[in-house]
């Protein structure tokens, strides 16, 4: 499996869409009085789960590449620096001049700077344990609490690789994937939202597919009946259904669970398409070229959204209160694609071939 698998590239540009839709059309679209705006949010209110989708790759992709290397004499130098190169040189970019810009009076943007998390939280990776009582913070760095929860995962995901045989590390990342219901149950609030051990079932549940997928005799088995993976898929999205109708929101005991079997399965799903209609949608280049740049998109697409419809409209807190903000969210969308374009083939494709000279080998 240490191929790039083209089809999970368009499984990451589906999460980045979901995302994108998210923040650019069901945050943006006011749900007061009657008329379409509200079924319009109704009908997209679980966009914000391209977040879930990301954890459930993001655990399938780490724990195969750690499973593959495992015997490697630089397994674990090779895993650390593959991963700052990938995630750290943008990300410090971003806090720099979440530092900087105020400093140098070039924006007076309270909806983007203004917050009252601590600075050397976001230096750390540890924002996201600040956010159980204050909020997301400033929405210049806002959706960077996902990056630490995947940043707080890979400094025990390796250990458990290493340290345990297959069995047991399937144990473990099965109690986990139970656990993550309980403790978002007894912790509420918004720390059941971005805490590492109350998001484990969708991380942990990639790296039992990942297990999966490795074990040939259970991989057979997959294969062959494949029809009951769309089974699971089908009633996961009939829970989804019901939850939606509850109004189950972030954080919710259940809608994470089943949130990370749906995405679980669309994910095995992926990898047992080949030839069909489905696996030409998922491989076409639109889906692929998001895919490989939505960690750039995800990072920008809040701080490009405000700075333009602050230039447009001296409004920068991103809505649809007009025709005119409308058309400044799609300036936004074109400026961001454009953007993440440029830090790709500028900026993170020098570090991402640096860490690519520590591959580690594998068994």
Not at 3 to 15: F, N, Q, T, Y
Not at 18 to 38: D, I, N, T
Not at 89 to 112: K, S
Not at 307 to 316: D, I, K, M, Q, S
Request: proline share 4%; charged share 10%; hydrophobic share 55%.
């Amino acid at each position: 499996m240490s191929r790039r698998i083209r089809e999970l590239d368009g499984v990451r540009g589906i999460a980045i869409l979901l995302v994108l839709v998210w923040h650019y059309v069901a945050c943006q679209v006011p749900v007061e009085g009657a008329g379409a705006a509200p079924l319009v949010v109704r009908f997209l209110s679980l966009t914000w789960s391209g977040v879930d989708l990301f954890f459930v790759l993001s655990g399938f992709l780490i724990v195969g590449i750690l499973l593959d290397t495992k015997k490697s004499p630089s397994y674990f130098k090779s895993f650390y620096i593959r991963r700052v190169c990938r995630i750290f040189p943008l990300y410090y970019l971003m806090v720099g001049l979440f530092v900087l810009l105020p400093r140098l009076g070039l924006f007076h943007n309270d909806w983007l700077f203004a917050a009252e998390l601590p600075l050397w939280s976001y230096i750390t990776l540890t924002q996201n344990f600040f956010m159980h009582e204050g909020g997301f913070g400033p929405n210049w760095l806002g959706v960077t609490w996902s990056l630490a929860v995947e940043e707080q995962f890979y400094l025990v995901i390796p250990l458990m690789v290493w340290w345990l045989n297959r069995r047991g590390l399937l144990l473990v990342l099965l109690v986990g994937i139970v656990a993550a219901p309980f403790l978002r149950h007894e912790l509420g609030n918004l720390g059941a939202y971005v805490f590492p051990f109350t998001r484990a079932d969708s991380i942990l549940l990639g790296g039992v597919i990942a297990l999966l997928v490795r074990t040939p005799g259970a991989w057979g088995l997959v294969r062959r009946y494949r029809s009951v993976v769309w089974a699971v898929l089908g009633v996961a999205a009939v829970g989804l259904a019901v939850l939606m109708v509850k109004q189950a929101g972030v954080g919710d005991v259940y809608l994470h669970f089943v949130l990370a079997v749906f995405y679980g399965a669309m994910v095995i799903l992926s990898l047992l398409i080949s030839g069909s209609p489905l696996n030409a949608f998922l491989c076409n280049r639109a889906l692929v070229w998001l895919g490989l740049r939505s960690y750039g998109i995800y990072l920008f697409h809040q701080p490009v959204s405000s700075l333009v419809h602050g230039a447009l409209n001296g409004n920068p807190a991103p809505s649809y209160a007009n025709f005119s903000e409308f058309g400044a969210t799609l300036v936004a969308l074109l400026a961001v694609l454009v953007v993440s374009e440029l830090s790709f083939r500028y900026f993170e494709a020098g570090f991402l071939r640096f860490g690519s000279r520590f591959r580690a080998e594998g068994r």
